[in-house]
């Protein structure tokens, strides 16, 4: 049977090392006839210089040299990192069992004995180049392999990390939200309490008490119960500024606020700020006289705070004139009549001496 060496050429050069000529040339010429690359070494250190340069793909290696012998070559290839992997078979004449045993033991992987046979160092060199290259092909399947595996973890990795960042960045968005929601709400309350109050006094303002006027007017209309509502006027106000000063003028506002409040204190009575010095008060189921009772405590309120008023042609402080309006009493009158009924009392409070109730 004869063996196509061809195939086996690319695994590269192979090396033969030999001290006898004769046995080097033949060597070279029959694995040369047979297709393979043949670098020869005349000793041992040749031989270790020309793997340096280039490695072989295998190595003929004659036991008995002088100088260096083969197995110190051999002792020395398989210490090497970088060359420990090139086969290496050893020739020599002795049959010996101990040499081969020793042989071996350095890592040899196969043994020829001479006189050398054509064929057997043929098949000897076809098997051990083919186990070399499978072994070498092997070595880069794992490598790829390998390669692969950690392409796949790092892969695995960036995906675990972008996990995490997305996760981290949801929990921050939520965070967001949560807070501008929060800052929303707040806003729209401080928002609805700027809407309704007034800025000065810190009582209702005149937009509260029209809304609160128009549904307090259709409720008790409606479920039959009473209403009181109240217009009120400071005394000779305009005079009070004009004496006193604007900035005066204002403290007096806020304290008479703040005095007339004090006597409001159902829930569902309401004082607000209908104008300059004009404020309102809106009482529900009420009866008349406990109206008009509340209307002249809110009056001796304001007079005891006893602000000094030198102008003020009713007393020597701050007053307060009323005009109370009452509903059913008063039930030919619409939510509009009714407000202008009670200023029409404010004004007869006016005419009749003002600090006092009508
Ligand atoms: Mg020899």
């Not at 937009?207 to 039959?224: H, I, M, N, T």
């Not at 006027?233 to 008479?256: R, T």
Request: charged share 25%; hydrophobic share 45%; net charge negative.
């Amino acid at each position: 049977m004869t063996f196509d060496h061809s195939q086996l050429k690319n695994a590269g050069d192979i090396l033969v090392v030999d001290d006898t000529l004769e046995n080097l040339y033949f060597l070279k010429n029959v694995l040369t006839d047979a297709g393979y690359r043949v670098r020869p070494a005349i000793d041992g250190e040749l031989a270790l210089r020309s793997v340096q340069a280039k490695h072989p793909a295998l190595i003929l290696l004659d036991i008995r040299m002088p100088g260096m012998d083969g197995f110190e070559v051999c002792r020395r290839l398989k210490a090497d990192e970088n060359t420990r992997s090139i086969p290496v078979i050893f020739a020599s004449a002795m049959t010996d069992v101990s040499d081969k045993v020793k042989g071996f033991e350095l890592g040899a992987v196969d043994y020829v004995t001479k006189p050398l046979n054509a064929k057997e160092v043929l098949m000897r060199v076809a098997t051990h180049l083919s186990l070399f290259m499978a072994q070498r092909q092997l070595q880069q399947q794992n490598r790829q392999l390998r390669e692969a595996i950690e392409q796949a973890e790092a892969g695995n990795r960036a995906l675990k990390l972008a996990e995490q960042q997305l996760a981290a960045y949801s929990e921050n968005l939520e965070q967001i939200v949560a807070e501008r929601t929060l800052a929303l709400a707040e806003a729209n309350q401080k928002l609805r309490e700027l809407s309704e109050h007034d800025e000065l006094t810190g009582i209702a303002n005149r937009r509260k008490f029209d809304a609160v006027w128009q549904y307090e007017c259709k409720r008790v209309s409606r479920l039959g119960t009473s209403l009181a509502v109240i217009m009120i006027d400071i005394d000779h106000f305009k005079e009070y500024n004009d004496y006193y000063g604007h900035q005066c003028g204002d403290v007096c506002l806020q304290q008479v606020a703040k005095a007339m409040a004090s006597k409001v204190q159902r829930a569902s009575d309401l004082l607000a700020r209908y104008g300059g010095e004009e404020f309102v008060v809106i009482l529900i189921g009420i009866t008349e006289a406990d109206a008009r009772q509340m209307a002249e405590s809110i009056r001796a309120s304001v007079e005891e705070l006893a602000i000094p008023h030198p102008k003020n042609s009713a007393a020597a402080v701050v007053t307060i004139s009323l005009g109370l309006a009452f509903w059913p009493s008063a039930l030919k009158y619409n939510s509009f009549a009714l407000l202008a009924e009670a200023d029409s009392r404010l004004y007869q409070a006016k005419h009749a001496g003002r600090n006092q109730v009508v």
